[in-house]
C-alpha cells in the first residue's frame, strides 16, 4: 500500500473512489440476476475528551441567613456553554443482494478502514456488521490495503502461509 494514501485526508477519497471502482467493475459481471448496490455505515463520533464543569449551581430549598439576621445571597457568574463536536463519519461499502428473492444480501464487501482496524466504536460497528453478515449466511469479503492497525482475521496469519492452492 501507498503510506500517502493511507493519510486520515486522502484515504477517505480513495476508500470512496475504490468501492465505487469495484461496483463499477462488478455490477455488468452479475446482471440481471444480482444487483451491487453501495452503502454507508453512518456513526457520530463525538468531542475527544468529556467536558465535565468544575462547579455545579444548585438551588437550596430555604434562603440561609447570615450572622447579621440578612439573607446571604450569592450571584452565579454568568454560563459558559460550550458546544460538543460532533462528526458524522460515514465509512461506504457494498452489498450485492439477489432482487427477485426480496433483496436478499448475497455478499458483503468491506474494504477496512483504518478506524475498522483500531479499538473504538468504528471497529465496534464493523464486528458487529461481521456478525449480523454471517447470521445471514451470506459471504464476505474483507479486503485489507492498510499496514497499520490490528488485523481483523479470523484466522491465524501464519496458517495463511500453510494455505495450499485448491487442485484444479
Not at 452489498?95 to 468504528?122: M, Q
Request: hydrophobic content about 40%; cysteine-free.
Amino acid at each position: 500500500m501507498d503510506p500517502y494514501i493511507e493519510r486520515p485526508a486522502i484515504w477517505a477519497d480513495f476508500h470512496g473512489a475504490l468501492i465505487a471502482e469495484i461496483r463499477g467493475v462488478l455490477q455488468p459481471l452479475l446482471r440481471p440476476k444480482y444487483a451491487a448496490l453501495m452503502q454507508d455505515r453512518l456513526y457520530v463520533v463525538q468531542s475527544e475528551r468529556p467536558i465535565i464543569p468544575d462547579i455545579a449551581v444548585v438551588r437550596s430549598r430555604s434562603p440561609k441567613r447570615n450572622g447579621n439576621g440578612g439573607v446571604a445571597t450569592l450571584e452565579a457568574d454568568r454560563p459558559i456553554v460550550f458546544e460538543l463536536f460532533e462528526e458524522e463519519v460515514r465509512r461506504p461499502y457494498l452489498d450485492i443482494i439477489e432482487p427477485a428473492a426480496g433483496n436478499r444480501l448475497i455478499t458483503s464487501i468491506e474494504v477496512l478502514s483504518p478506524d475498522n482496524k483500531v479499538p473504538g466504536l468504528g471497529r465496534k460497528n464493523y464486528m458487529k456488521k461481521r456478525r449480523e453478515v454471517k447470521r445471514a449466511r451470506a459471504s464476505f469479503v474483507e479486503i485489507d490495503l492498510l499496514r497499520a492497525g490490528k488485523t481483523t482475521l479470523q484466522i491465524d496469519p501464519a496458517d495463511l502461509d500453510k494455505a495450499r492452492p485448491l487442485s484444479a
